[in-house]
C-alpha cells in the first residue's frame, strides 16, 4: 500500500506501508509523514481529507488529529470524485505504467512509483486543489451522483 498527501504548494514524502493498517498503524503515519509536513507547511490549524475508511474514521485518528490541531473534513462516504487524491493516483499509474510498463521486481515498481510522486508537476496539484469549490458544487446539483473529475 502507498500512501501520501499534498497541500498547494508542497507534497508529503511517500510511506510505503507493509502492515495491516489500523486506527494505530495509520496514526503512525500520520505521526511518521504528515506532522512533519503539517509542521513545515506552518498553519496552527488545517484540515486534512482522507476517505471514508473505519481507520481514518476512528475515534483514536479523530482524537489523535485533534490533538494536531487538525480536523478530518466530513464529506460524503462513496465519493472518490471528491477527493483530489484519486486524480493523483490516476496520473501516477498512468506514468507508472506508460508503455504497457510491466514489473517484476517490487523495488522497480517502488522506484517508479516515486518518481512519479516525486515528478508531479506543482501546478496540477495547485489546480487538484482549486477544482475542489466546484467539485463540490458540482456534487450538489447532480444531488452526489457521479462527476467526471
Not at 94 to 97: D, E, G, L, Q
Given at each position: 500500500m502507498v500512501w501520501a498527501a499534498f497541500g498547494f504548494n508542497s507534497q508529503v514524502g511517500l510511506a510505503f506501508l507493509d502492515d495491516r493498517q489500523n486506527s494505530p498503524n495509520y496514526i503512525e503515519t500520520l505521526e511518521n509523514y504528515l506532522m512533519p509536513f503539517a509542521e513545515n507547511i506552518g498553519g496552527r490549524n488545517w484540515e486534512y481529507q482522507h476517505d471514508d475508511a473505519s481507520?481514518?474514521?476512528s475515534n483514536a485518528t479523530k482524537n489523535y488529529l485533534n490533538s494536531k490541531n487538525g480536523t478530518g473534513l466530513e464529506w460524503p462516504p462513496i465519493s472518490p470524485d471528491l477527493n483530489p487524491i484519486g486524480n493523483v493516483w490516476?496520473?501516477?499509474s498512468?506514468?507508472?505504467?506508460e508503455n504497457g510498463e510491466q514489473f517484476y521486481s517490487v523495488n522497480i515498481l517502488k522506484t517508479n512509483i516515486e518518481s512519479s510522486w516525486y515528478n508531479l508537476e506543482p501546478g496540477i496539484l495547485q489546480t487538484l486543489i482549486m477544482s475542489m469549490e466546484k467539485r463540490v458544487y458540482d456534487a450538489i446539483l447532480r444531488?452526489?451522483?457521479t462527476l467526471n473529475y
Open positions: 481507520i481514518y474514521t490516476d496520473i501516477m498512468r506514468k507508472v505504467h444531488n452526489g451522483k
